[in-house]
């Protein structure tokens, strides 16, 4: 069973950072793009970037463009996301999917969802 875990969410002021992590059970993620993406209270989830299975292609969604940088270690089969200048909206629950390639900066086709990791972005 694929199974992706999130972490490394938390409390952080504006214009902090954080490193979220998304770590792989049960499989292996070399062969897959990984995208991450995030749901404000009320409202939509959005894609916010996406890596190719190589890490040879990044792509990142224009809100988060120059802040976040998402990037992978194959050998610790894990993708991460380095998120700086934190900005109160960036506040939501973050989550990573698996997919077979990047379409811009979404995965496709989407995989399963796992729990997520809240980011706050607050003073």
């Known amino acids: 069973q694929l199974q992706l875990v999130e972490s490394g969410g938390g409390l952080v002021q504006p214009g902090g950072s954080l490193r979220l992590s998304c770590a792989a059970s049960?499989?292996?993620?070399?062969?897959?793009?990984i995208g991450w993406f995030r749901q404000a209270p009320g409202k939509e989830r959005e894609g916010v970037s996406c890596?190719?299975?190589?890490?040879?292609?990044?792509n990142y969604a224009d809100s988060v463009k120059g802040r976040f940088t998402i990037s992978r270690d194959n050998a610790k089969n894990t993708v991460y996301l380095q998120m700086n200048s934190l900005k109160p909206e960036d506040t939501a629950v973050y989550y990573c999917?698996?997919?077979?390639?990047?379409?811009?900066?979404?995965?496709?086709?989407?995989?399963?969802w796992g729990q997520g990791t809240q980011v706050t972005v607050s003073s």
């Open positions: 890596i190719s299975s190589s890490g040879g292609s990044t």
């Open positions: 049960g499989f292996t993620l070399d062969y897959y793009a």
């Open positions: 999917v698996e997919g077979y390639y990047c379409s811009g900066y979404l995965p496709r086709p989407l995989g399963s």
